[in-house]
């Protein structure tokens, strides 16, 4: 059983517009949400990360918004720009809990210049 | 920065090879993980391991063995490799609430 769901394969965005990923888990005693971003051929990014008791983290275009009650989060990208096109990747842990995070199926995000 | 290297960014293996991936970290991380990644699975883990010598599987074990003889690396084994091991390989060292990642290796076993 999946613990962390990405729904949508694949979104497209024109260049400059906000761009939304969702995340939605089933666990919920998930201590940390994060995010990586990950271009073909290479590792993962790390972008953004959200504690479970906050609800909302920002780091210059990227927003993560956490709702606990809906086991929900997602990932705001203003404004999107070319360079942004890549697969997401939702993931999340517990703290001191082994030391695995469960990542998401992830979204493959298409800015459109 | 934290740099985590595989030893090898293309790899392509024959049916029944034995085939050894390496992780290496420069930053004296504990904890290491190696994740398969499939177009709709997103990252699965194969093993992880929290110390030297020490080990624990995965989701995704079968057919995967682990080496882990120093703390700065961390090494894949695949026993005898099948078709349906062909797939993106990360590796991964964890430092608090962050796991860093090599670049990945793709392996395509023919």
């Known amino acids: 059983d999946q613990q962390v769901k990405q729904n949508s394969p694949s979104l497209s965005v024109q260049e400059g517009r906000i761009s939304i990923l969702n995340c939605d888990y089933t666990?919920?005693?998930?201590?940390?949400f994060l995010w990586y971003k990950k271009y073909p051929a290479e590792g993962p990014t790390f972008l953004i990360s959200?504690?479970?008791?906050?609800d909302k983290n920002e780091d210059g275009r990227f927003t993560v918004f956490l709702n606990k009650s809906a086991k929900h989060l997602s990932l705001h990208i203003v404004p999107s720009q070319p360079g942004d096109s890549a697969v997401y990747f939702c993931?999340?842990?517990?703290?001191?809990?082994?030391?695995?995070?469960?990542f998401g199926p992830g979204t493959r995000l298409s800015v459109l210049p | 920065d934290v740099k985590v290297t595989q030893s090898s960014r293309y790899l392509v293996k024959r049916t029944g090879e034995k085939v050894f991936l390496e992780c290496v970290q420069d930053?004296?991380?504990?904890?290491m993980f190696w994740y398969r990644q499939d177009p709709g699975l997103g990252l699965r883990l194969i093993y992880f391991?929290?110390?030297?010598?020490?080990?624990e599987k995965g989701d995704i074990p079968e057919g995967y063995s682990v080496s882990r003889e120093k703390k700065e690396r961390f090494s894949l084994i695949l026993e005898s490799a099948s078709t349906n091991q062909t797939s993106m390989y990360l590796c991964?060292?964890?430092?608090?609430?962050?796991?860093?990642f090599g670049q990945g290796t793709r392996l395509t076993v023919v």
């Open positions: 930053m004296d991380h504990e904890n």
């Open positions: 993931a999340a842990f517990r703290d001191n809990y082994g030391q695995n995070f469960v």
């Open positions: 391991s929290y110390d030297v010598k020490m080990k």
């Open positions: 666990n919920s005693m998930f201590d940390y």
């Open positions: 991964a060292s964890k430092r608090g609430g962050r796991a860093f």
């Open positions: 959200i504690s479970s008791i906050k």
